[in-house]
């Protein structure tokens, strides 16, 4: 099945989430370029409206997320701009903030091979929702080089 056919099959929501996704992983990049991130979650929280988060994620709650990670990580597969973890879990991050739903960015560092390695990604009731559906992401938390820092 061609890309046209398969985005044809989208409902109007996940239509609406992938287009807000290729649209904000770009202004992201550009964001993160000029500002801190905290600065810009800040500007992101203040210039936009959110829905009341839900005291408690349900099944529902749970699906939507791992929905909208889907859609972002169509948008920064097959996108114009693919952006890297941290603007794809920003976007991500935002999306979730917008439905009410709870979520962190996470960080985690290591030393590979004398190497520095990062990487973020966007957490809700336990689930990395960057990783797939299902999924924990692991990044090495049993090494003692590694630290993992949670973002609200």
């Known amino acids: 099945m061609s890309s046209w056919a398969k985005l044809r099959t989208l409902s109007f929501p996940e239509k609406r989430l992938l287009a807000a996704s290729v649209v904000l992983l770009p202004i992201n990049a550009i964001a993160l370029r000029f500002l801190s991130l905290r600065r810009w979650q800040?500007?992101?929280?203040?210039?936009?409206?959110?829905k009341r988060q839900r005291s408690?994620?349900?099944?529902?709650?749970?699906?939507?997320?791992?929905?909208?990670?889907r859609m972002v990580r169509i948008a920064a597969?097959?996108?114009p701009y693919r952006g890297n973890c941290l603007q794809q879990s920003l976007t991500l991050w935002?999306?979730?903030r917008r439905q009410g739903i709870e979520s962190e960015i996470r960080f985690g560092a290591?030393?590979?091979g004398g190497e520095f390695k990062a990487h973020s990604w966007v957490e809700v009731?336990?689930?990395a929702l960057n990783e797939g559906r299902g999924g924990h992401?692991?990044?090495?938390?049993?090494e003692s080089e590694t630290a993992v820092l949670a973002v609200n």
């Open 94 to 96: 935002w999306l979730l």
């Open 56 to 69: 408690c994620l349900d099944a529902s709650a749970l699906s939507a997320a791992f929905e909208t990670a």
């Open 137 to 142: 992401h692991v990044f090495n938390h049993s």
């Open 77 to 79: 597969s097959r996108g």
């Open 125 to 127: 009731g336990g689930y």
């Open 110 to 112: 290591r030393k590979e």
């Open 42 to 50: 800040s500007l992101l929280c203040n210039g936009a409206a959110r």
